[in-house]
């Protein structure tokens, strides 16, 4: 079957640590990868995209990066992190034309 | 460029009354719009695409390009349809099977009994 995964569910982390957020998908091969931001009263904004192994682009710019070293496999980074890289973090993946699949996302706490 | 507006942030109405959730958007192309729903610790799951016309748990949304508006509409609202519902477009680039989809603000809708 088709899963999503990602990891950590929560993350306290102080300003000016980095930060690796994981997420890998399952039963798919070559998939449309997503990574968006939830934050309070802004909802969900769309910021990477990957089509492909290596393959990047970025919808805002921010203090943060992507990378898709495999196939199934997207990770979001950052080498210092902001108090405003707060959020909710969601990695999707998109299935045909059917629409997203979403994780269940990483609550990250910039303190 | 593309935008969802959702104008309601909070929607709160009673158990049997019937309940519109609204949502505009603005795109020069040929739009695809979904409904999305986060129930209280579940994850962003789809509730329904327009291209597909069905009706999920109730809800129906038309799409009507003439006021570009994809309002979602059940006529008597359950307490478990308490939820952040989140209206999308997905914007593709000409030639490519690559889909982006953009989000709304979302709105928080309480049932009350």
């Known amino acids: 079957s088709q899963t999503i995964h990602q990891w950590p569910a929560t993350l306290v982390q102080p300003v000016g640590s980095p930060l690796s957020l994981e997420c890998t998908v399952e039963g798919t091969s070559n998939p449309n990868l997503y990574w968006y931001r939830q934050a309070a009263g802004r909802g969900l904004q769309l910021l990477f995209y990957?089509?492909?192994?290596?393959?990047i682009s970025s919808e805002v710019p921010q203090n943060l990066s992507a990378s898709r070293p495999q196939d199934r496999q997207f990770i979001l980074s950052s080498k210092k992190l902001l108090l405003s890289d707060s959020g909710f973090y969601l990695c999707?993946?998109?299935?045909?034309?059917?629409?997203?699949?979403f994780g269940s996302g990483t609550r990250l706490t910039v303190v | 460029a593309q935008r969802v507006t959702q104008p309601e942030k909070l929607l709160s109405v009673f158990k049997g009354a019937p309940v519109e959730l609204k949502c505009n958007y603005s795109?020069?192309?040929?739009?695809?719009l979904f409904w999305y729903v986060q129930y209280s610790r579940q994850r962003l799951q789809l509730l329904l695409r327009h291209i597909s016309r069905e009706s999920i748990k109730g809800f129906t949304a038309d799409l009507n390009k003439g006021e570009t508006s994809f309002h979602l509409k059940k006529p008597f609202a359950q307490e478990e349809d308490s939820a952040m519902y989140y209206c999308?477009?997905?914007?593709?680039?000409?030639?490519?099977?690559?889909?982006?989809?953009?989000f709304g603000r979302g709105t928080q809708l309480t049932v009350w009994p």
């Open positions: 999308a477009l997905k914007t593709a680039d000409r030639g490519s099977t690559l889909g982006r989809l953009y």
């Open positions: 999707a993946w998109m299935v045909g034309n059917y629409g997203y699949t």
């Open positions: 795109y020069s192309g040929s739009p695809e």
């Open positions: 990957s089509v492909g192994i290596g393959q």
